[in-house]
């Protein structure tokens, strides 16, 4: 559960759920209920955004898009290897799994937020299989331990080579049955976390922003600014209680290692400029300034 | 394995025979599209399958509008069901208000006759592409469908359905249709809405479902299709009056029109149904009278 090579994306998670719960919040707290509309179409679309990324990776790497290659080789994702899966159907066709162990919901939950997770859970996985299945394939959510009386989430993929037409059918499946296949390694390493949630975080900021300006307008996106420091905010003290649980200091050197803007942006995957520059003053400076006052 | 005919009463044996023969009409022929067409078969019957969902969905919807009845999930599942009441058939409602539904389904019928006559395939299929079709085109496409545990998939022990409309979802115009505190002026449902009955229901069911076999089938493949339908239509009839004659045996009642009409979702002369009315394109009623109604009734004598 905690091996060393595992504790800095673990910390990443974490970093990136508080950008979630405090970019959400952000916008409830300037648009109420209405907001929810916002963080359910960004939720939404980041998810799209990274299931098409997905998509194009696979193939140009030459793989089959499908839904085992999806569950087994994520490559502009990053698994944090706290999640516990238990597999019930997996193959090129149907991915079908209970969630144990949720530490995005385990951090919402901890710190007052659990009702920002339905919203995520509904929006960002669908999104993420209609993208790269093309809106051929089916994300459903049966069960939620949001919800009193249940203590796992089911999700059931489906991507059927009967719902794509016949021509595309040789890119995504080995065959029209589909046999049941390994299923995936509790853990998959991955080779980059930093970058992987770097990534993620620019696809739900940018989405956040594109969602709340096309529903309020250009000036709206100031909550997000909001939003961004308020996660850098509650991003020091979380990490000096990690630091503390791993004998280390809590510096510039931690904090490269352990988030995934750290205190210097560096803007590896092109965010736009406005974006860019938002992140910087925001959440970057922020961590900074929090940074120095608590050494 | 239960016997049907000590637990329940004659009424409740017509419903069950209603329901199983309805199940069973869907699965023979589904499952000939798919081993005479392969999956271009399978393909036409998902698709099929969608389209029924949807005119359910849709029925649905316009009987509870023309009752001013509010389109959301709590209404769905307890005003006016379009599916006649199985007694066999157990759920464990876990929440219903108007933005969500969640049940647990402990026992269906349909699965169970699915599993049992070797068809979960197709039982499967149908769960996957009915139940959003259904619910979606409800409520006017903005319907999430969770069910992602079935019966019919391999391994599940009960049906856990999250049917979802959230409010968010929804644009302003339609938000006080489905929710009446949106709507400040709602005075509630003019109209009672009957459940389906056993014959009549089933019967809807069961017509609508085949037609949208054979619209798909024919845009699709056409004569060749049409021939598939054909030899499931065949079994469907051989399937249907093994039953009768078991059934009319076991409750001990003679075996005639009569029985036949009350225990069979289909009307014993398609000419009396009125629902070809309205489905009475691509020569589905044509094609029921020449290849599955001579083989019904050469079976069971009548």
């Known amino acids: 559960m905690n091996r060393i090579d595992q504790v800095a994306t673990q910390n990443l998670q974490d970093c990136w759920s508080i950008l979630y719960k405090n970019l959400a919040k952000s916008v409830l707290q300037v648009r109420g209920k209405d907001g929810e509309v916002v963080i359910r179409r960004a939720n939404h679309l980041c998810g799209e955004r990274m299931g098409a990324l997905e998509l194009k990776n696979h193939r140009e790497a030459g793989k089959l898009t499908n839904l085992q290659t999806y569950f087994t ?15 019930q159907l997996f193959n090129e066709q149907e991915a079908v799994f209970d969630v144990i162990t949720c530490p995005i919901y385990d951090y919402l939950l901890k710190t007052g937020a659990k009702d920002l997770m339905i919203s995520f859970c509904e929006e960002y996985h669908h999104g993420c299989i209609m993208a790269y299945t093309g809106k051929a394939g089916q994300c459903t959510f049966s069960e939620n331990f949001v919800y009193m009386g249940e203590n796992s989430c089911r999700f059931g993929c489906y991507y059927r080579p009967a719902n794509i037409p016949a021509a595309e059918r040789p890119a995504s499946f080995s065959a029209d049955r589909a046999e049941e296949a390994q299923r995936p390694d509790p853990y998959i390493p991955c080779p980059d976390p930093k ?69 210097r942006y560096e803007n590896r995957f092109a965010l736009a400029e406005g974006a860019a520059k938002m992140v910087e003053i925001n959440y970057c400076r922020t961590l900074k300034a929090d940074l120095a006052s608590c050494q | 394995m239960e016997n049907i005919y000590e637990l329940y009463t004659p009424e409740q044996l017509e419903m069950i025979h209603n329901s199983d023969h309805y199940t069973m009409f869907y699965a023979i022929l589904g499952q000939q599209l798919i081993d005479e067409l392969g999956v271009e078969g399978e393909s036409a019957l998902r698709e099929a399958t969608r389209r029924y969902g949807k005119d359910r969905g849709a029925y649905r919807r316009q009987r509870h509008l023309d009752a001013n009845v509010k389109i959301n999930m709590k209404n ?9 009441a199985d007694p066999r058939f157990h759920g464990d409602q876990l929440r219903l208000i108007p933005e969500e539904r969640n049940t647990h389904t402990l026992r269906c019928p349909m699965a169970e006759l699915w599993i049992d006559e070797g068809y979960q395939y197709v039982g499967r299929l149908y769960c996957e592409e009915f139940h959003p079709a259904c619910y979606s085109s409800y409520a006017f496409g903005y319907t999430k469908v969770g069910l992602a545990k079935t019966l019919t998939q391999k391994g599940d022990e009960y049906c856990a359905f999250n049917i979802v409309l959230r409010q968010e979802d929804l644009p302003e115009e339609l938000k006080p249709v489905c929710f009446e505190h949106y709507d400040p002026y709602y005075t509630g449902q003019t109209k009672s809405i009957p459940k389906a009955e056993a014959k ?11 037609y949208y076999m054979v619209e798909v089938v024919r845009e699709r493949f056409g004569p060749e299709g049409i021939e598939a339908l054909s030899h499931g239509l065949e079994k469907a009839a051989v399937y249907a009056a093994d039953h009768l004659k078991l059934a009319a045996q076991a409750m001990n009642k003679p075996l005639d029109v009569a029985f036949a009409d009350a225990n069979y979702p289909l009307y014993w002369n398609p000419d009396e149904d009125p629902v070809w009315e309205q489905y009475n394109r691509h020569g589905a009623k044509e094609l029921l009278k020449k290849e599955f109604y001579p083989v019904l009734r050469r079976e069971l004598g009548l």
């Not at chain 1, 080789?73 to 597999?87: A, G, K």
């Not at chain 1, 975080?201 to 909550?223: D, I, K, N, P, Q």
């Open chain 1, 73 to 87: 080789t994520p490559v502009s994702r990053c698994i944090d290897p706290r999640f516990r899966f238990q597999w």
């Open chain 1, 195 to 263: 970058g992987a949630f770097a990534l993620w975080g620019e696809l739900l900021l940018t989405c956040y922003m594109e969602e709340m300006t096309a529903r309020y307008g250009e000036g709206s996106v100031c909550a997000l600014s909001e939003g961004l420091k308020a996660a850098a905010h509650e991003t020091i003290p979380y990490l000096k209680q990690r630091s503390i649980s791993l004998r280390k200091p809590l510096d510039e050197a931690f904090l490269a290692e352990h988030t995934f803007w750290g205190t």
């Open chain 2, 200 to 210: 009549t229901g089933f019967n809807l069911l069961t017509l609508r479902v085949y």
């Open chain 2, 76 to 84: 769905l599942f307890s005003i006016g069901s379009d599916l006649p």
